[in-house]
Protein backbone atom coordinates (compact mmCIF):
# COMPACT_ATOMS: atom_id res chain seq x y z
CA UNK A 1 0.00 0.00 0.00
CA UNK A 2 1.47 3.19 -1.12
CA UNK A 3 1.67 5.95 1.75
CA UNK A 4 0.82 9.56 1.38
CA UNK A 5 2.17 12.50 2.93
CA UNK A 6 0.31 15.70 4.44
CA UNK A 7 1.12 18.76 5.17
CA UNK A 8 -1.03 20.43 8.47
CA UNK A 9 -0.93 23.95 8.95
CA UNK A 10 -2.62 25.57 12.13
CA UNK A 11 -4.88 28.12 10.75
CA UNK A 12 -4.48 29.55 14.65
CA UNK A 13 -0.48 29.36 14.93
CA UNK A 14 -0.13 33.14 13.56
CA UNK A 15 -2.71 34.76 16.57
CA UNK A 16 -5.47 32.28 17.05
CA UNK A 17 -9.32 32.65 16.11
CA UNK A 18 -9.87 35.57 18.25
CA UNK A 19 -7.21 37.23 16.97
CA UNK A 20 -9.16 38.93 13.86
CA UNK A 21 -7.28 40.09 10.87
CA UNK A 22 -4.98 41.04 12.76
CA UNK A 23 -2.19 38.16 12.79
CA UNK A 24 -3.29 34.45 12.26
CA UNK A 25 -3.52 33.03 9.10
CA UNK A 26 -5.43 34.94 5.80
CA UNK A 27 -7.90 34.11 3.08
CA UNK A 28 -8.91 36.65 0.37
CA UNK A 29 -12.61 36.07 0.61
CA UNK A 30 -12.90 38.29 -2.80
CA UNK A 31 -16.17 41.14 -2.47
CA UNK A 32 -15.68 39.74 1.29
CA UNK A 33 -12.19 41.07 2.15
CA UNK A 34 -9.35 39.57 3.81
CA UNK A 35 -10.02 37.72 6.74
CA UNK A 36 -8.03 35.14 9.15
CA UNK A 37 -9.20 31.34 8.26
CA UNK A 38 -10.93 30.92 11.35
CA UNK A 39 -12.48 33.51 11.90
CA UNK A 40 -15.65 36.17 9.79
CA UNK A 41 -18.16 33.22 10.27
CA UNK A 42 -15.89 31.30 7.70
CA UNK A 43 -14.04 28.79 9.72
CA UNK A 44 -11.59 27.23 6.86
CA UNK A 45 -10.20 24.94 9.75
CA UNK A 46 -10.55 21.66 11.02
CA UNK A 47 -9.06 19.41 13.60
CA UNK A 48 -8.73 16.53 11.23
CA UNK A 49 -7.30 18.78 8.41
CA UNK A 50 -8.91 20.59 5.32
CA UNK A 51 -7.79 21.30 2.30
CA UNK A 52 -6.11 24.86 1.34
CA UNK A 53 -7.64 26.55 -1.52
CA UNK A 54 -4.91 27.04 -3.73
CA UNK A 55 -4.47 29.31 -6.42
CA UNK A 56 -1.62 29.24 -8.85
CA UNK A 57 -0.75 32.99 -9.20
CA UNK A 58 1.45 34.56 -12.31
CA UNK A 59 2.91 37.89 -12.37
CA UNK A 60 0.07 40.33 -12.75
CA UNK A 61 -2.34 37.61 -11.47
CA UNK A 62 -4.92 37.84 -8.35
CA UNK A 63 -5.29 35.74 -5.43
CA UNK A 64 -8.73 37.31 -5.00
CA UNK A 65 -11.06 34.50 -4.19
CA UNK A 66 -14.61 34.59 -3.73
CA UNK A 67 -17.19 34.01 -0.61
CA UNK A 68 -17.80 30.41 -1.79
CA UNK A 69 -13.65 29.70 -2.74
CA UNK A 70 -11.86 31.69 -0.60
CA UNK A 71 -7.97 31.71 -1.83
CA UNK A 72 -5.48 31.02 1.08
CA UNK A 73 -2.51 29.32 -0.51
CA UNK A 74 -0.92 31.30 -3.47
CA UNK A 75 1.68 29.08 -5.79
CA UNK A 76 3.77 31.55 -7.46
CA UNK A 77 3.27 29.93 -10.85
CA UNK A 78 6.37 32.05 -12.89
CA UNK A 79 10.09 31.95 -12.34
CA UNK A 80 12.12 30.47 -8.93
CA UNK A 81 14.09 31.63 -6.44
CA UNK A 82 17.19 31.30 -4.52
CA UNK A 83 15.31 32.03 -1.09
CA UNK A 84 12.64 33.36 0.89
CA UNK A 85 14.28 37.20 0.92
CA UNK A 86 14.41 36.80 -2.97
CA UNK A 87 10.66 35.77 -2.73
CA UNK A 88 10.45 38.85 -0.94
CA UNK A 89 12.01 41.44 -2.44
CA UNK A 90 10.53 40.22 -5.84
CA UNK A 91 6.99 41.05 -4.24
CA UNK A 92 7.24 44.41 -2.92
CA UNK A 93 9.31 45.86 -5.27
CA UNK A 94 7.72 48.13 -7.79
CA UNK A 95 8.09 46.28 -11.70
CA UNK A 96 8.56 42.70 -9.18
CA UNK A 97 6.57 40.12 -9.21
CA UNK A 98 3.01 41.85 -9.14
CA UNK A 99 0.04 40.35 -7.18
CA UNK A 100 -3.10 41.56 -6.87
CA UNK A 101 -5.81 41.16 -3.77
CA UNK A 102 -8.69 42.13 -2.02
CA UNK A 103 -8.39 45.80 -0.59
CA UNK A 104 -6.28 45.60 2.58
CA UNK A 105 -7.04 47.34 5.85
CA UNK A 106 -3.82 48.90 7.91
CA UNK A 107 -3.62 45.52 9.82
CA UNK A 108 -1.14 42.42 9.63
CA UNK A 109 -1.79 39.81 7.22
CA UNK A 110 -0.13 36.44 6.72
CA UNK A 111 -0.52 34.05 3.75
CA UNK A 112 0.79 30.30 2.88
CA UNK A 113 2.80 30.49 -0.03
CA UNK A 114 4.68 28.24 -2.69
CA UNK A 115 7.86 29.08 -4.85
CA UNK A 116 9.78 27.15 -6.72
CA UNK A 117 13.19 26.99 -5.40
CA UNK A 118 16.98 27.31 -7.62
CA UNK A 119 16.92 24.51 -6.25
CA UNK A 120 13.99 22.46 -8.31
CA UNK A 121 12.19 21.93 -5.12
CA UNK A 122 8.96 23.39 -3.71
CA UNK A 123 9.24 25.87 -0.77
CA UNK A 124 6.38 26.68 1.24
CA UNK A 125 6.64 30.15 3.31
CA UNK A 126 4.80 32.32 5.65
CA UNK A 127 3.67 35.67 3.48
CA UNK A 128 3.74 38.26 5.53
CA UNK A 129 2.41 41.98 5.50
CA UNK A 130 1.00 44.61 6.60
CA UNK A 131 -1.98 46.30 4.88
CA UNK A 132 -1.82 50.03 3.20
CA UNK A 133 -5.32 50.73 3.46
CA UNK A 134 -7.15 50.32 0.35
CA UNK A 135 -4.28 48.17 -1.67
CA UNK A 136 -4.92 45.77 -4.08
CA UNK A 137 -0.92 45.16 -4.81
CA UNK A 138 1.72 43.96 -2.71
CA UNK A 139 3.91 46.41 -4.04
CA UNK A 140 1.47 48.92 -2.90
CA UNK A 141 1.58 47.24 0.74
CA UNK A 142 3.93 48.02 3.71
CA UNK A 143 6.64 45.46 4.96
CA UNK A 144 6.30 42.71 2.58
CA UNK A 145 8.41 39.83 4.34
CA UNK A 146 8.53 35.99 2.89
CA UNK A 147 9.97 33.32 6.00
CA UNK A 148 10.56 29.73 4.68
CA UNK A 149 8.49 26.96 6.61
CA UNK A 150 9.58 23.70 4.85
CA UNK A 151 11.54 22.95 2.01
CA UNK A 152 10.03 19.62 0.21
CA UNK A 153 12.85 17.69 -1.04
CA UNK A 154 12.58 16.10 -4.07
CA UNK A 155 9.22 17.79 -4.89
CA UNK A 156 8.88 20.15 -7.27
CA UNK A 157 6.64 22.73 -7.80
CA UNK A 158 4.31 21.15 -10.66
CA UNK A 159 4.06 18.68 -8.59
CA UNK A 160 2.85 20.32 -5.41
CA UNK A 161 0.42 22.28 -7.69
CA UNK A 162 -1.27 19.03 -8.70
CA UNK A 163 -1.42 17.72 -4.84
CA UNK A 164 -2.34 20.56 -2.78
CA UNK A 165 -5.65 18.68 -1.68
CA UNK A 166 -2.44 17.30 0.77
CA UNK A 167 -2.26 20.44 2.39
CA UNK A 168 -4.51 21.04 4.92
CA UNK A 169 -6.10 23.69 7.55
CA UNK A 170 -6.55 22.61 10.97
CA UNK A 171 -7.40 24.24 14.40
Not at 10 to 38: C, I, K, M, Y
Not at 49 to 71: D, H, M
Not at 113 to 141: E, K, M, Q, R
Amino acid sequence: MATQDFLDFSGQAWGGANAGFVRGLTADFGPGGLFNVATAGFDLTSATGTAVNAVQVASGGSIVGSLATPNDFIILSEGNFLNASAVAQALASPGGYVVNHSASLAVDYHMLLAYAGTDGFAHIADLHWFGNPGSTVLTNDLNVNVSDIVTLAGVNLNQLAANTSHVHLIT
